[in-house]
């Protein structure tokens, strides 16, 4: 069945956000006319104003997917051609056979196929009358939405707590577009759904990179998201490249993710191509926690991520030690309780009680205005209920600053 967003002009707040992050495929909320039921616009929608609903027949198409020919749907993502032939659409990246589609939103592109020669994102190109599908294209250079490019002043979850609190920029970031969470707080969501940005090449995005880190004069290079790790191939040649252009020692090139897709053969992957820092959010602990934060529905799923996550900073730990670890742990009082807090800090200091673990403060942010932002009393209740677990670095957010692992304000040095 054909799906079409509809914009419920009751619930609408005219933000725009559908139309000015949301390079739309089929131009449906502009026109009406062409959706293709991507669903990019109902995810970018903060007020819960687009539904998707059952729409019109449109008839058929020819396709040709690899040597063979189908009729599908007209009026339809590739990917949902390709799934409705039967292809398996996964959500790790290590499954079986299958193409992996992890944001949908047109932002990863680890969907991305060769579509009539071009490499596309399946989950974001109409499927069309004639077209010709190749569902392995590993000749054609990775692409994904990018965005960002400037100078830093307080760096991510990965960043070492000596250099935050500076009046300076120290590091320079960049942002990748799509996430496989959706999370109803993201601190990130703009960036995570701005498709209407131009899908670079792990090349292209390096050379960015090297450019903006040459004008700020500093030696850190970071990437956080969305979701930085979803299109692998391109994180890996994305960083490759990074080194070779910034072969100076000093250089550090920092990852910041949720951690939910790095096996161990990813992170050696990353590690063999230059990653010297790295920053793993730990949502939560209970797996209720976990969904809540995440606003992930498949259970199976979300657990997947949640254990992959911790075991990825177990490996780290125990195989990377030059490799610098942060942890991030959100806190915010409407969706996780101090004593999960305490937990989650138990379980980090039993695997290494120095690592570096950031306490975030959760606020009102995207589809969540009704948050009350965490107090910097209650951060610091936050910090003192983690480092009486025995963890030794514990910094933690407050508003506009970072208190520091003695528990005082981190002051420019
Ligand atoms: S899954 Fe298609 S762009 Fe991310």
Redesign the pocket.
């Known amino acids: 069945m054909r799906k079409e967003a509809r914009r419920d002009f009751g619930k609408c707040r005219a933000c725009n956000a559908c139309q000015d992050l949301i390079a739309c495929p089929g131009g449906g909320l502009r026109t009406g006319e062409k959706c293709i039921g991507c669903g990019a616009c109902y995810w970018v929608c903060q007020h819960n104003a687009i539904e998707m609903v059952p729409a019109d027949d449109l008839g058929k198409v020819s396709i040709k997917v690899d040597e063979d020919f189908f009729e599908v749907s007209n009026g339809i993502t590739v990917?949902k051609a390709l799934e409705d032939l039967g292809f398996h659409i996964k959500d790790f990246p290590d499954e079986e056979e299958g193409i992996?589609?992890?944001?949908?939103?047109?932002?990863?592109?680890?969907?991305?196929l060769e579509i009539n020669g071009q490499l596309l994102?399946?989950?974001?190109t109409a499927v069309k009358d004639g077209v010709q599908i190749k569902t392995a294209s590993e000749n054609l250079i990775p692409k994904r939405k990018i965005g960002g490019f400037f100078g830093h002043m307080a760096g991510g979850v990965g960043t070492p707590w000596q250099l935050k609190g500076q009046d300076s920029i120290i590091e320079t970031v960049c942002f990748t577009v799509?996430c496989n969470f959706h999370c109803p707080q993201c601190q990130n969501w703009i960036i995570t759904f701005m498709s209407v940005l131009d899908p670079l090449t792990p090349n292209e995005a390096a050379r960015k990179m090297t450019l903006v880190r040459q004008k700020n004069e500093v030696d850190r290079m970071t990437i956080s998201g969305g979701e930085s790790t979803?299109n692998k191939s391109w994180l890996i040649q994305y960083l490759t490249e990074l080194k070779r252009l910034n072969p100076e020692p000093q250089t550090r090139f920092h990852v910041d993710t949720n951690g939910s897709i790095l096996t161990k053969d990813y992170i050696d992957k990353l590690v063999q191509a230059g990653m010297t820092d790295i920053g793993i959010d730990l949502k939560a602990d209970n797996i209720n926690t976990f969904m809540k934060i995440t606003g992930l529905e498949n259970q199976e799923l979300a657990q997947k991520y949640k254990d992959v996550a911790l075991k990825a900073v177990k490996y780290i730990l125990e195989k990377y030690p030059d490799v610098f670890l942060g942890i991030g742990i959100p806190y915010n009082r409407e969706l996780t309780s101090l004593e999960e807090i305490e937990v989650i800090g138990q379980k980090i200091a039993r695997l290494n009680p120095d690592v570096q673990v950031s306490a975030l403060d959760y606020r009102a942010e995207y589809m969540r205005p009704d948050l009350p932002p965490p107090t910097d009393q209650e951060m610091r209740e936050v910090h003192s209920i983690l480092k009486s677990t025995g963890l030794k670095t514990v910094i933690c957010q407050i508003r506009g600053n970072h208190i520091g692992p003695d528990g005082n304000l981190i002051l420019p040095s």
């Open positions: 990917l992996y589609a992890p944001c949908k939103t047109g932002g990863c592109w680890s969907c991305a994102p399946a989950c974001f799509g979803l």
